[in-house]
């Protein structure tokens, strides 16, 4: 099987922030790099709010998830990284000659003589809203992420939950929407300071500590949704008040499990690979970045995704060829550039 697959210098996998940083950086260092990711397309966790603003990328105005994907993506693509989408990892196994074979779930095979793992917490799916019938009304107006601000315009919309999420987007359709509620089960938001500042100053209804009880609706769309004062344990105190809602939007969460990884020897936690200052995992060739790193100051930004794929990749490529150990450039000083900038300013005259 190893004859028959094109062996590469490193694999990515995962096409989130960090993966995608990784496929460009490793191009930036003549490497021969293949990303594989399990969604049918890149972005990663990007594409779970893609209408909020992002204001911490060092340099970068306050520009909204989606573009930035769309931008992380276009320069991933400056080194013509081989791109392989819908597969997600199963397996990997050492070859007799110290390579890699990553399979796929699908059975597909992929040859590397280094691995960057940027899995973020690993598959993740949204916690659904546990009241009888949510589900029946998925495919309507009841809805787990915001993916267009304008289709609730002039809207009554209800989102259940109090993290980061709820609030952002209860924000976001603030002026947007023709009523905004927000319902959480605790006494205070989980979401950032600054955000739930705004969300109060808006004033946004809020009802705290209540949940969602019941959903009121036909077999298309939710008209009304119940909601019950809860205890500090989530108990139902039959205080209900009716709310007629346009929509519902659920933000209780993300449950991710890192899965399979467990299997393949790495030292991990809940939900990170662990590794050391280097971002190796133990095992010789193999790193991770991203989220799905965990070391001691452990930066969780963007700006920190991007600083650990560009450490994972110089140590796959000093792993590969000891000698280029300082063979780093920064992109000012590359001469892989020399071409692209010319090109760039000629165009700009």
């Not at 993966?19 to 779970?48: D, H, Q, V, W």
């Not at 095979?109 to 949510?134: E, F, M, P, Q």
């Not at 029946?136 to 992420?145: G, I, M, R």
């Not at 979401?191 to 809020?206: A, D, K, M, P, Y």
């Amino acid at each position: 099987m190893q004859n028959e697959l094109d062996l590469y210098d490193i694999t990515i996998v995962g096409g989130g922030p960090a993966g995608l940083f990784a496929a460009f950086y490793s191009g930036m260092r003549s490497m021969k790099t293949k990303l594989i990711e399990a969604s049918p397309y890149l972005g990663g966790k990007l594409n779970s709010y893609p209408d909020k603003m992002i204001w911490d990328v060092g340099g970068q105005p306050p520009i909204k998830a989606k573009q930035l994907a769309r931008q992380l993506i276009e320069q991933a693509m400056t080194f013509d990284p081989t791109i392989v989408l819908n597969q997600q990892i199963q397996d990997i196994k050492r070859t007799r000659e110290g390579y890699y074979i990553i399979q796929s779930r699908t059975g597909e095979c992929h040859l590397t003589r280094t691995i960057v793992l940027s899995i973020g917490y690993g598959a993740k799916s949204a916690i659904k809203l546990s009241v009888k019938d949510a589900d029946k009304y998925e495919n309507s107006n009841l809805h787990y992420t915001v993916t267009d601000l304008k289709h609730y315009k002039g809207k009554r919309v209800l989102i259940s939950g109090g993290g980061d999420s709820a609030v952002d987007f209860a924000n976001a359709l603030y002026g947007i929407a023709h009523d905004v509620m927000v319902v959480h089960r605790r006494n205070e938001f989980k979401g950032h300071e600054r955000s739930v500042e705004t969300l109060l100053t808006n004033r946004i209804r809020v009802k705290m500590p209540f949940a969602v009880k019941r959903l009121e609706g036909d077999q298309a769309r939710i008209n009304a949704v119940e909601i019950d004062q809860v205890d500090e344990k989530g108990v139902f105190l039959n205080r209900c008040e009716h709310v007629k809602v346009d929509a519902v939007i659920v933000n209780h969460g993300m449950k991710a499990d890192i899965g399979g990884i467990r299997n393949w020897g790495l030292k991990t936690d809940d939900r990170h690979i662990l590794v050391n200052d280097k971002l190796e995992t133990g095992k010789e060739g193999i790193y991770a970045a991203g989220d799905s790193a965990m070391f001691g100051n452990k930066i969780h930004l963007l700006a920190g995704a991007f600083t650990d794929a560009a450490t994972a990749v110089n140590h796959a490529k000093t792993y590969i060829k000891p000698e280029s150990a300082m063979d780093i450039f920064i992109s000012s000083h590359n001469p892989v550039f020399d071409e692209k900038n010319e090109l760039i300013e000629q165009a700009a005259k």
